[in-house]
């Protein structure tokens, strides 16, 4: 299963989307709630450093804040691991695209961008990602949605079968 994440997420980097709007951040979620620890930090990390090979590298800078936020989402995942419920899962969902969006746009600040090295430059930076950050909350909510959903209908149904394996 964790090599399918690595190719969903490679794959869905790699074919026309809208910025931001691809399934790393719910993987790594994913990842952190129902694989063991070592697999769910090399999982996400993997789709991101193949499909960076794929894309093109950017500022190395930058590369660290994004991949920062990207353990911070296995870490996530890591705690919804004991506290998994619809609620938190939708909630650590948003926190994980805002944390992507905080990271990397700082990242994007402190480097030669444009962006003044001051408060102002700081929040202008902030204020221009706004549609980013729209697209990876949508996209973080939908693929959560989609990798949690599906696992536990799957764990559903094979329990089901089992118990009806047992009553014959």
């Known amino acids: 299963m964790a090599y399918l994440f690595v190719i969903i997420g490679v794959l869905f980097r790699l074919i026309p989307h809208p910025v931001n709007f691809a399934p790393i951040l719910a993987i790594a979620l994913f990842g952190g709630t129902y694989l063991n620890r070592k697999t769910a930090l090399w999982v ?3 789709a991101l450093i ?9 500022s190395p800078l930058l590369m660290l804040f994004v991949y920062a936020s990207t353990l911070a989402s296995c870490l996530l995942g890591l705690w919804l691991r004991n506290h998994k419920n619809v609620l938190n ?46 697209n990876s909350v949508a996209s973080n909510l939908i693929y959560t949605a989609v990798f949690f959903g599906a696992y536990e209908m799957a764990q559903s149904l094979l329990r089901k079968r089992k118990l009806a394996a047992t009553v014959k």
């Open 89 to 134: 899962i939708v909630g650590i969902s948003l926190v994980s695209a805002v944390i992507f969006y905080l990271f990397s746009n700082f990242g994007v600040w402190i480097m030669p961008s444009g962006y003044p090295h001051n408060w102002a430059g700081l929040i202008e930076c902030y204020l221009m990602a706004i549609p980013f950050l729209k």
């Open 44 to 46: 996400p990390m993997s």
């Open 50 to 58: 193949i499909s960076d090979l794929f894309l093109g590298t950017y």
